[in-house]
């Protein structure tokens, strides 16, 4: 017999899924509304108000220090590698300039600056516009700004992917798993048909541990609380010149960029205080 669309999100959402390190993950249906995926939180773990990332890209010499990264990150998190670009699943990646920070670009930039490759990640927006269009809430915003992905609840529809100006999301077209090269046991991984992105590493944050990609970057990437005027991403935006992705679509990134602090303030730059 046939099961109804409704009911199978209802039972889809009342799987209990156990997972290691103390973490479970399940959703419940309260007052008719499917609620978001919740953490066992360790005692230990990580608090704050709304968590984000400075980027110091004068701290990166080149595309390898990105991909080194990248790789850490994708390693950490089961991320598959697949050789056809069009299945390609990605949750950090590098772009140039121009694609990174459209229309922030001067004709007087420094070269330096022009043609260097940027490391990009889902900017875990406050006003994020995944989260608006997902008609499951398989998408959702944490208390603490972290934009989540509940893949059990991912019904494949892809509004996600359109509504995000970043292209911070991937679409599993086929089997990840075959791909994945490594296999790290203590975190999930996905099927086909979902989508996927950075989740900025809560599962080390609920241990008391910071995201993968700010340990191993020799301090290149800092994570913190900006809501904490003493933290250490709110020293560094009020001391450096920052700069953060699409800044007029009103999405309000969490991640922000520092650009050669010998740099001039150029025309369209956005600098964050």
């Known amino acids: 017999m046939a099961i109804k669309r409704r009911e199978f999100l209802k039972i889809a959402g009342l799987t209990l899924a156990a997972g290691t390190g103390g973490l479970t993950t399940f959703s419940a249906l309260r007052n008719g509304i499917l609620e978001a995926a919740q953490y066992n ?37 089961n991320v598959p590698t697949i050789p056809n670009p069009r299945h390609e ?4 990646w590098q772009e140039g300039f121009e694609h990174a920070f459209p229309g922030q670009e001067s004709p007087y930039m420094a070269d330096t600056m022009r043609h260097q490759p940027y490391l990009v990640l889902c900017n875990h927006c406050d006003n994020p516009p995944c989260v608006r269009v997902c008609p499951t809430k398989a998408t959702f915003k944490r208390a603490d ?11 494949g529809c892809r509004f996600c992917m359109a509504a995000c100006p970043y292209g911070a999301r991937s679409f599993n077209f086929i089997d990840p798993r075959p791909f994945v090269k490594e296999l ?4 999930p991984t996905r099927m086909k048909g979902v989508v996927e992105k950075c989740t900025l590493c809560y599962e080390l944050l ?16 800092v994570f913190g609380d900006l809501k904490d005027p003493n933290s ?35 025309g369209g730059h956005e600098h964050a205080g």
């Not at 990609?213 to 990437?221: D, P, T, V, W």
Request: charged share 30%; aromatic share 6%; net charge positive.
């Open 89 to 92: 699943i990605k949750w950090i």
């Open 41 to 77: 939180r360790d005692p230990k773990g990580l608090k704050g108000s709304r968590w984000g990332l400075v980027i110091d890209m004068a701290r990166f010499q080149d595309s390898k220090a990105i991909q080194k990264i990248s790789e850490i990150c994708h390693k950490k998190h």
């Open 184 to 187: 790290n046991r203590e975190f």
């Open 145 to 155: 700004g972290i934009v989540m992905m509940d893949m059990h609840r991912c019904i």
């Open 232 to 266: 250490e991403v709110r020293k560094l935006i009020a001391s450096n010149f920052t700069i953060r992705r699409k800044p007029d679509l009103g999405t309000m990134p969490s991640v922000f960029y520092i650009v050669s602090g010998k740099e001039e303030r150029l």
């Open 206 to 221: 609920a241990i008391g541990k910071p995201p993968a990609c700010a340990e191993h970057s020799n301090g290149a990437i």
